[in-house]
């Protein structure tokens, strides 16, 4: 279990985590999903010890990270940036970080094993790939047999075979009762791992939910409406209501249901030939929930002005 | 390729991170790299080969030598020219014990594991610097019979048991040491490999010639002081007036590391990794 409260961080004065609190939760994979710079492996960071909070605290595992005796055991961490001697074998690399714990040597190759690294277990790490870099900071992150793992784009650089294999390596973790923190800044992978999710932008929380309500609340009412007198609907509604599409006879109506846009159209003689509710898509939702907060984002389309 | 579900195994016992466990990683993450293997390698060999290389150099040239060389030849000095070079090569080994971790990224991965941080330097002192030692020390000893029985051919060998012949060729192997340890602290105060080994090889060959600028008076007051001239005191035979006691300037020399190791600790502990 992580706890952070009131967390966070500048960094020569420019705040990269701001009064950031949550849980997660034993027992679920956790996905911490936010744009690209939003403080998500500064807040992994900061869990870990590795850089001090300019305020607020986090525990893990009921302590702050650096009290636990043996660290391994309770947190093992796959950070963003590589964690390893370029000119190490992975083999010597996991052998060193056991010994901190007097981990024995027969775990190592079994976790070599796991991860499929044992053709290549003795040449330098500075000779993998991305994906076999990935898989060796995964190995380590279970070295100690930890009761909460944080990873931090575990999936990036690995093919769709590794992607699937991390899944169902997080799936069962979780299932074991351990804490899973996965850190994402793409929501269709999260919906397919992440039983909750914790969203930040800039550095602030703006969501922590599960998958299902996350959806829900992000995906503001939509109505797709076709209609003949599309000029006398928009007329009847104010103008950040409704978006014209590409096609004249079809409007998006937000903030109003299908039943109310329907008794509108009734009301003012207006016909309506097909009222269907829309679903966002979760890569719609993440982005309408982190629009506002996005550190490098593209000038806004008109399009996604309204949709905002 | 089928995926099958991974399941990861249970590990039965884990134990307490310890310093001594910390210092048996350190050995491990040492020996692991080809750039302890080369570094020390070349070390020793420069120590003996450099030994053997200049005493017979001598040898031969003592025939045709004035008589005010043959008046100026030391035969222990002729014998250490090797540990004039290897210093270079064991200090920025030095430097790199640390370094390394940091610009490879290892560093996040040693302070995840050993949280509290202070025991990684601490072991990562210990390790090396009893590597160093340990190895510096026979390397010493077999440049100095090695040297003198090439020196013998002339009879102008010096006996070991010439007084203070072994504290010129033991301290040569504890001021290797020490000049790594310092290479270590100057490393884990700049974190940066190439910044490091600057401020390494600035303080300690760059400074001692830069005091010539100075008034003599001034020269003579500062220069002793400096931390090759304080250490390399205990490598002469015979005391030059300008210099530190052979154990003083040792010592001082061993507290400038430690001061640099001391300022590394403290900025361990409140630094971000």
Redesign the interface.
Known sequence: MIVAEHLSKDYSGKRAVDDLSFTVQPGMVTGFLGPNGSGKSTTM?LI?????PTAGHVTVNGKP??E??????E?G?L?E?????????AY??L???A?????PRS?ID??ID?VGLSSVARMRAGKFSLGMGQRLGIA?A?L??PDTVILDEPVNGLDP?GI??IR??LR??AA?GRTVFVSSHLMSEMSLTADHLIVIGRGRLIADTSVDQFIEMASAKLVRVRTPDAARLVALLSSDQVAQTTDADVLEVRGLSPDEVGELAFAHRVRIYELTPQQASLEEAFMNLTSDAVEFGMEPNPDAEIAA | ?S?V???????AH?????QT??I???W??LW????TRYSIGAALLLIVGLAALACGVVTHQWPHMSLHDRQEFHPLDVNLAGVQVAQLAIGVLGVLVIT??YS?????????????RLPVLWAKAIVFGLVVLALATPATLIAFVVGEAILAHQHIEIAFSHPGVPRVVLGAALYLTVIGLFGLGIGAIVRNTAGGIAAFAGILFVLPPLMNVLPVSWNNAISPYLPLNAGQAVMALTRDPQQLAPWTGLGLLCAYAAAALALASLLLVRR??
């Open positions: 960071r870990l010890g590795l850089d001090a990270y650096r636990h005796p043996a660290p391994l055991h947190v961490a950070l940036a590589r964690s390893v001697h370029t000119g190490r074998s010597n690399h052998l060193a970080l010994r901190t714990h007097g981990i775990r079994a976790l796991l380590a279970l100690g047999d075979e699937h294999w169902t390596l069962g973790l074991e | 390729m995926v579900a991974p399941t990861v195994p249970r590990l884990t134990g307490a991170v310890t466990r910390v048996q990683s350190e491990t993450k692991s790299l080809r750039s390394g971790e490879t990224g290892m560093i996040r991965a040693t302070m995840a594991a050993v949280p509290k971000d990794t």
